[in-house]
């Protein structure tokens, strides 16, 4: 079975860190692109940052200079650093990821999404 798994969200104060980790396990050839996405309540699901595998980033533009996404390839785990966080990054994150798995078959994985609620 090919999964992603999530783990790190939580409750921070505005201002604060989290830091979000997503491991991917299962029948994988290779892991290309990795990414976060986020929906809040009432909103539709949209991408927060992104990584090639080698290394190449993009962000949305509501958290540039504030999130960095890093991957480790030997892993297949990427990771989500969240500083200066602000109410309205309140969401449930969720990683991706798109590869290959042992039969070179495309394949996109989703993560269970990970609660970040940031509130004083």
């Known amino acids: 079975q090919v999964q992603l798994v999530e783990s790190g969200g939580g409750l921070v104060q505005p201002g604060g860190s989290l830091r979000l980790s997503c491991a991917a396990s299962?029948?994988?050839?290779?892991?290309?692109?990795m990414g976060w996405y986020r929906q809040a309540p009432g909103k539709e699901r949209e991408l927060v940052a992104v990584i090639t595998r080698s290394g190449g980033t993009n962000y949305a533009d509501s958290v540039k200079g504030r999130f960095t996404i890093s991957r480790d390839n030997a892993k297949n785990t990427v990771y989500l650093q969240m500083n200066s966080l602000k109410p309205e990054d309140t969401a449930d994150y969720y990683c991706?990821?798109?590869?290959?798995?042992?039969?070179?078959?495309?394949?996109?994985?989703w993560g269970q999404g990970s609660l970040v609620t940031v509130s004083s």
């Open positions: 991706n990821a798109k590869g290959l798995d042992l039969s070179l078959r495309s394949l996109e994985l």
């Open positions: 299962g029948s994988i050839f290779s892991i290309n692109a």
